[in-house]
């Protein structure tokens, strides 16, 4: 069955239609979840959470741009929407630091994805969704700003955060690793 085929039956809510377009792209959908929860089982939450929107909203898909980048966009908005109504972003005081280069570079560490996946999860809320919305889905801070209802500053602010504090994890990672080899 085509695409189109699969969308034109999901917009008459057939259920077989609805578990094949499941089945094409939880994989995809789960690891965009993944990246803005703080752990598995949330992930899983927001994944169905964004599948029943998608399947309640398809019928306003009108076949302009990309079928997966429309169901990835709902996908992100589903999680933030779910953050934004936790207000993980009232911060009193928040200092306005600008998005500069870090000074030292962690980059060339080899350091696990599992890993990287698991320090990317511990953060904090706010810093954890500017960070994958930045460095992983190439959001500006104006649309970062503008979709969590905070400043550009701010934006700015939790994603230098965010990287200070991944930095450090990853550095002790490399260290601890380093004293373990022979």
Known sequence: MTLDELIILCKQQDAKAQGELYKRYNQTLFS????YSPNYV???DNLQD??????????????????????KRITVNT??????????FDIPNEEQIEDKAEDEDVTDLEVPLNFLLKIIQELPDRYRLVFSMYVLDGYTHKE????????????????ARA?????????TYYLENE???P
């Open 32 to 35: 965009i979840c993944l990246r």
């Open 50 to 71: 964004a599948f029943i929107t998608i399947f309640n909203k398809i019928a306003q898909f009108k076949d302009k741009g990309s079928f997966e980048g429309w169901m």
């Open 179 to 181: 004293n373990t080899k």
């Open 144 to 159: 970062i700003a503008d979709l969590l209802g905070i400043s550009d500053g701010t934006s700015k602010s939790n994603l």
């Open 79 to 88: 999680v933030l929407q779910k953050y934004r109504k936790q207000r993980v």
């Open 163 to 171: 990287r200070g504090i991944l930095k450090t994890k990853i550095e």
């Open 42 to 44: 949330e992930a899983e």
